[in-house]
DNA sequence: GAGTGGACTTTCACTCAGTGAAAGGTGTGG
DNA sequence: CCACACCTTTCACTGAGTGAAAGTCCACTC
């Protein structure tokens, strides 16, 4: 190749990638000329990988053709067995907690330093909330999170703890202390609860699922199981029993 | 390239899709060997595509080494709009169905001459069903299967009625003229009934989602909703009626 | 504990698939 | 009409990709 690309060890495989990364959440329609800026290569390039990707069927072209994902590639993703089988199996036990208690439902893995929504029930009548399966928030604004991050490797959240967080609104807590001191909690009570830290006028409450341990000895938490409700009222013994008995049937039904 | 592979217009970028399309439900943990039998490509060429998928967290190895697919392609695959903007403004409607009739609540389009499964709610309580989000299961089997037979385009059901059909159950009906007529009943009717079709002691009824039209004129079918449960008993009324209410509220807010 | 079969991994010389600058279209707006 | 932005195609060069063959590892057998 003459000029090459400026990055090191550019394979076919490492750019196919990076084109297919280059689409998120607020970008799933994408041109050539976007794709390319967003991957950090060429167009014409861009351009030959994606009439592959697209002659392969892991692309679309939407009406403005644009790009987009495709079914197969769709498909390929829900093979994942980290996420779907976690998600399978706590399916039903989501269902029944909305079921009982009508609210938004969240089911999460903590992923590196983000919270990572694996599947969420919501009913038309609950909050607006900006979680959907697939998307990501930081760890400290959200219930599930801070049960994440709460039974998060010490080391990390140590680090964690000194890093730049957004604050989303004026009730998010990210003073470093503060916080550790509500992780504390978090693990002495089994279960966080935020209100109006991420959402104003939304409050969570989350426990962790811990897979159940087959002796004794430390139990690892795998997910976590929350919901979010206009508020908390008098509710929230009610509310955290729910999830609690879904959590520990999750736990007993996990691999 | 001296030998080179065996079919032309191999690509890399070829290649990297057959690797990834070689996993299937029923195949989601390979080793190299299987994979490249599956993908048809030699040994070594996959084992490097594999390392390089792995380093660019597209697959993980699991505990024993066998390569799955990974949470960054998972990532990808949420953001195919085709399915997942469809399955985000149904999600709620399928919480209602699930929570009125507790029964498995699915979401399905059809894809080709398949059944493609876009959601599923289940509860602990129901028929064990196949279906799961990804899945695909034949046309004339199921009753979403049914209703997306029914409104697909004539010359392609036609087709289909001449196709070999799988019998999963002694009363899965294959007759092509009797599944014709059943079809135009359910085009008539506006709702599909199946009896132990697809799974001994399973019914299911389905109603197709129609996107509202603007003006009059013909509405389009893009998906089907539809319940299983293990008997339809005296319950068939009250059941469809929950259906058809989604079915139009999803319709009404579809883009 | 040597022997055997199977799957996984690495090597390496050859060469053609991939590359990207440049040029050619296409469409929109001033 | 020109200017600008985006998409698409071309083409000569060359190193990234290739896969047969050889090497390694492991489990299971006799």
Request: some cysteine.
């Amino acid at each position: 190749m003459s000029g090459n690309v400026s990055s090191p060890g550019a394979t076919v495989v490492s750019r196919v990638l990076a084109v297919l990364y280059a689409f998120d959440n607020g970008h799933r329609r994408l041109g050539v000329t976007e794709l390319a800026r967003r991957a950090d290569l060429p167009v014409p390039t861009v351009h030959r990988l994606l009439r592959e990707l697209v002659a392969g069927e892991a692309l679309t072209r939407d009406s403005g053709g644009r790009y987009v994902i495709g079914r197969r590639l769709w498909d390929v993703g829900m093979l994942a067995p980290e996420q779907t089988e976690l998600q399978q199996v706590a399916s039903p036990f989501l269902s029944d907690i909305h079921a009982a208690t009508r609210a938004t439902v969240h089911l999460a893995v903590r992923d590196g330093t983000e919270v990572l929504y694996l599947d969420r029930l919501s009913g038309r009548a609950s909050v607006p909330v900006v979680s959907r399966a697939g998307s990501r928030l930081p760890l400290h604004a959200t219930g599930v999170g801070k049960v994440l991050l709460a039974h998060a490797p010490a080391q990390l959240r140590e680090d964690y703890l000194t890093m730049e967080m957004r604050r989303p609104t004026v009730h998010t807590v990210t003073h470093p202390e503060r916080l550790r001191r509500q992780l504390a909690v978090v693990r002495r009570e089994g279960y966080a609860t935020t209100e109006d830290e991420m959402t104003l006028g939304a409050c969570s409450i989350a426990v962790p699922i811990a897979r159940a341990a087959s002796g004794s000895g430390e139990q690892e938490v795998v997910a976590a199981l929350g919901i979010v409700v206009p508020t908390l009222k008098r509710e929230r013994t009610r509310l955290l029993t729910a999830l609690q008995v879904a959590a520990r049937g999750i736990g007993r039904s996990l691999p």
